[in-house]
């Protein structure tokens, strides 16, 4: 079976945040030019649960072949990851180009298979409304006596 660019996503996020959440230390180290701090390696692992938590929703959403939970788990990765981008452009004199280039790198890789994933659910979806294979919610009514 084919893995869907949303479970490539959702399992490079578990990877991710297994990595950060495990050996927060060994990352810091990689990534951070300075002397790392206690305060670097709590934070690590604060993105590390988070990664974690975004890949394992949307791998159950999934799971569950609920299209509509899919989307909303990747659409949360996709904010998560947009705003990491951004606030690592705006980061330029905090921690220079070089610093930027290496934040930035790593998270437009996600947010393109974001992307990707996104627009594959929404044909998925749209096929599979326009075949009537996706019946409309129906709420049972209580009797009225």
Known sequence: MRMSASGATAWIRVGVGL?????????????????SSGTLVLFART??????ALGLGTLAAERSGNPTELQRWVRAGLVSDSLDFLFGLASTRLIGRAGVAKATAT?????????????KLAISTDWRRRRGYEQPLVVPQLPQT
């Open 19 to 35: 990595l950060l959440t495990a050996a927060p230390q060994m990352f810091v180290d990689r990534f951070v030019e300075d002397e």
């Open 47 to 52: 993105v590390g649960v988070r990664d974690l």
């Open 107 to 119: 998270v437009v890789p996600v947010i393109a298979l974001d992307l990707l994933g996104l627009r």
